[in-house]
């Protein structure tokens, strides 16, 4: 058996990534290292938890000792890094946190996982693996025309979140360079599906309407992101971490590219037709359009010609598809939703991130 940590695993790519590889490979033990921050969420991973292949440990990836001792007590071949603070409007907000966990984090995690395998006696190649989970935020932002990112796009984050990320990135790769560890990294574009904390667009959206609250829409809704289904990145990162080359990169993207504005129509049209009893209908007329989000990137896109030609990886899901299963998800799961947003610090964040942007969400 291959002993795969995954850090994060109780947020929204890493819960899903813990069930996909659970139910498409059995040759792996999971050990979810989560801090379960106000993002971490067990629930996320019912399905999975009298599984005896999976183990939860709570922790904080900057706690060295306790690195140390899980990377050891569990005999870690494999790291899959998921761990972070991962909402660009909290950077913007409070900016140090993201510093801690996403740099110093990713250090700390990188430093202890080069000292545990070198001192096992097998070599550090082989089925060892650090593969860490990163962004196209990098990036920063495309000119309508410009060409999709690839691997060799310079690095140009904008928000503090992409910059710590960027931060992490760089120190993957030094490590890879430097001390020989078998490292890989993949930047995602936007991903969305289930389990999705409801901070971000597509969730906030689906479950505000749903409510008959006002839709947000920053500035005037032409921002473009390129969204991939949450299981077409699983199986992207998966086939990475086995078939893909160490001290590679990869570039992870849906191809989608709909302005913010007609996302949100989208899933305002999908609840006229799941939810046709709705007084809120047409959902449309809820949207609202709010104060930007300072430095707000305008355009992202990817080019994920590198793994479909390496690995031979396509996304499944066109954007039609995996929105309509979001949105039917979010509908079927109101005891998972209500026993996050009925907490005080979702209430809280709500207030402290919208109130002053002009447009009303209660
Ligand atoms: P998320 O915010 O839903 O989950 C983050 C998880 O990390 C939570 O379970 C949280 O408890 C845990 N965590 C935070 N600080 C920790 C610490 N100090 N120690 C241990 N655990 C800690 O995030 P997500 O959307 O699932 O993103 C996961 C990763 O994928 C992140 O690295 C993010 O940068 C990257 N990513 C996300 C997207 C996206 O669209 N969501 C796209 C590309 C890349
Ligand atoms: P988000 O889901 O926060 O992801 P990211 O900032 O990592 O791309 O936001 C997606 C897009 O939607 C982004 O352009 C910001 C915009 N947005 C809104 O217009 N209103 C909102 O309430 C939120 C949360 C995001």
């Known amino acids: 058996m291959l002993n795969w940590l995954v850090t994060g695993g109780a947020g929204f790519i890493g819960s899903n990534f813990i069930q996909y590889i659970l139910s498409t490979r059995s040759d792996i033990n999971i050990i979810n290292f989560d801090l379960l921050t106000y993002a971490g969420n067990l629930n996320n991973l019912k399905t999975v938890e009298n599984d005896p292949r999976y183990t939860f440990v709570q922790g904080d990836i900057c706690d060295r000792q306790f690195v140390d001792a899980v990377l050891r007590d569990y005999a870690i071949n494999t790291i899959v890094h998921f761990a972070a603070e991962s909402h660009v409007d909290r950077s913007i907000l409070g900016p140090m946190q993201f510093v801690k966990t996403n740099v110093i984090g990713t250090a700390t995690l990188l430093d202890a996982a080069r000292d545990y395998w070198s001192a096992c006696s097998a070599p550090l190649v082989g089925i060892r693996r650090f593969h860490h989970i990163s962004t196209d935020e990098v990036f920063g932002s495309l000119k309508p025309g410009e060409p999709a990112w690839t691997e060799d796009s310079p690095y140009a984050p904008n928000s503090p979140y992409a910059a710590s990320k960027a931060g992490s990135d760089h120190l993957v790769r030094a490590y890879g360079h430097t001390y020989g560890m078998p490292v890989s990294i993949s930047n995602c574009s936007n991903n969305y599906g289930p389990f999705q904390f409801p901070e971000k667009l597509i969730p906030l959206v689906t479950l505000n309407a749903l409510n008959g609250k006002a839709l947000p829409v920053y500035g005037d809704g032409q921002q473009i992101r390129d969204w991939l289904y949450v299981e077409d990145h699983c199986e992207a990162i998966t086939r990475i971490i ?19 504005l007609e996302i949100v129509r989208t899933i305002c049209r999908l609840l006229d037709e799941m939810v046709s009893a709705s007084k809120y209908r047409p959902h449309e007329s809820l949207i609202t359009f709010v104060q930007d989000r300072p430095g707000h990137d305008r355009r992202y896109a990817m080019d994920s010609g590198k793994l479909r030609q390496e690995l031979g990886w396509a996304p499944r899901y066109s954007l039609e598809e995996g929105l309509r299963k979001t949105v039917r998800w979010y509908l079927d799961h109101q005891e998972w939703v209500e026993q996050i947003t009925d907490r005080t610090n979702y209430q809280d964040w709500m207030q402290k991130n919208y109130d002053k942007r002009g447009g009303t969400v209660k």
């Open 242 to 260: 086995t078939d893909g080359r160490p001290g590679e990169t990869y570039n992870i993207g849906g191809n989608n590219q709909p302005a913010n």
